[in-house]
């Protein structure tokens, strides 16, 4: 199955261009942006494939990219579709989960991870001890991933803005049609 990348080029585009689609309907910007939080995620899964070179042909799978040369032929700016993909699967990944706190929710779980780990491996079980390992692992990962969920929180926001949106959206399917004339 060939996964052609302008394909997603343009559907990642249509979906960030959700301030204009919100001027015509509220309820339709809403399934748009939907949709667009599963676009991203396929947008940001295909360009870290590219980024790394993975060979997918084994599991049936070839994702339809024209070469170097073509791209640089049809056009120069061409050669930035990957870093152009990759901002544009962030900003349609981060629309829907930018107010979720995910920093507290993961801080959390690997707190139990923490507990179970010292429980089976070193075989403690005393309440005070276990008490003690939650809470240490809970407040390091809670404070390393919070450093983290404000950057992303920060980008989130500027790629929010709806002239970046738009601009973004417009140069996502102008990308994508480019590449599908190839």
């Known amino acids: ?12 585009g249509v979906t960030a261009l959700t301030p204009l689609i919100g001027r015509i309907s ?15 995620i396929a947008v940001i899964a295909v360009s870290v494939i590219l980024a790394l070179n993975l060979n997918l042909a084994q599991f049936g799978l070839e994702l339809g ?3 170097a040369s073509q791209l640089t032929g049809r056009s120069p700016w061409l050669q930035y579709f990957l870093p152009v993909m990759v901002i544009l699967g962030t ?12 920093a507290s929710l993961v801080s959390l779980g690997l707190g139990v991870l923490g507990v179970y780990g010292v429980r089976v491996i070193l075989g403690v079980g005393t309440t005070v001890v276990l008490g003690v390992v939650f809470l240490i692992v809970t407040v390091i990962a809670y404070a390393l991933l919070r450093f983290v969920e404000d950057l992303f929180d920060f980008v989130a926001t500027f790629l929010a803005l709806p002239p970046v949106e738009i601009i973004l959206g417009i140069v996502g399917v102008y990308f994508g049609i480019l590449i599908l004339s190839i």
Do not use: E, H
């Open 91 to 102: 900003l349609l990944f981060s629309r829907p989960i930018r107010n979720v706190r995910w």
């Open 26 to 40: 509220k309820g339709l910007s809403r399934f748009v942006s939907f949709l667009g939080f599963f676009v991203g």
């Open 1 to 12: 199955m060939i996964v052609p990348v302008a394909y997603l080029l343009i559907a990642g």
């Open 65 to 67: 990219v024209p070469t």
